[in-house]
């Protein structure tokens, strides 16, 4: 139905409206003007929404039908079959149409949402990218070279370490100080820092 398409912006991908069959046992006076149709509930995205249908000319009635909604959108898919543990690069993916209406593992719309991270399952050629399947590699791998950083008041410390987990930025991972031989634990703040925690 137009009233259904017309609802969703051209950023919403390209639509299609079914509307449900009407119960042949329902009697309405024939329309003698155009009847006029809208969504007066949002979409919000949902594969099933209500259009309301209004005669307004000699015989007003109103009535509700039911309408399916398929929407395509160009989505991240796999060009070709990927490995488990594949970090994504450009070549890896690539924008393409598909249906999403009933999508409940989410899609992702932008190359950069993807490329750098690890996929944590095998994909085959045309599979959608989807959050659930990536994620983001360790900031700090086990015995990598970092830079401990001590804070007390005003007071900043620095000096060498060893990374003895792997760890993603916020997170809390051990770590031997190259000076002292000592284990302490601290938070990644990037890719070379990690800042001690002081008991």
Do not use: H
Not at 95 to 100: D, G, K, S, T, Y
Not at 165 to 183: A, C, F, H, Q, Y
């Amino acid at each position: 139905m137009a009233a259904a398409t017309k609802e969703l912006s051209p950023s919403r991908g390209r639509a299609k409206a079914v509307a449900d069959r009407i119960d042949s046992r329902l009697k309405l006076a024939q329309c003698s003007v155009p009847l006029q149709a809208d969504l007066p509930y949002a979409t919000n995205g949902r594969s099933r929404v209500t259009a309301e249908v209004r005669c307004t000319g000699t015989e007003n009635w109103k009535l509700y039908v039911p309408v399916k909604l398929e929407i395509w959108r160009d989505v991240l898919v796999a060009t070709g079959p990927l490995q488990k543990g594949t970090l994504l690069t450009a070549s890896d993916v690539i924008l393409a149409e598909r249906a999403v209406s009933k999508q409940t593992r989410g899609f992702m719309l932008d190359p950069r949402q993807a490329i750098g991270f690890r996929l944590k399952r095998p994909l085959s050629e045309g599979d959608l990218i989807t959050p659930g399947v990536i994620v983001a590699p360790p900031l700090i791998e086990p015995g990598q070279q970092v830079i401990l950083e001590a804070r007390s008041g005003t007071l900043l410390v620095r000096t060498a370490g060893v990374a003895l987990e792997k760890g993603l930025s916020g997170d809390v991972i051990r770590v031997e100080n190259t000076e002292s031989g000592r284990t302490v634990q601290g938070i990644i703040r990037s890719a070379k820092t990690v800042e001690v925690l002081l008991r």
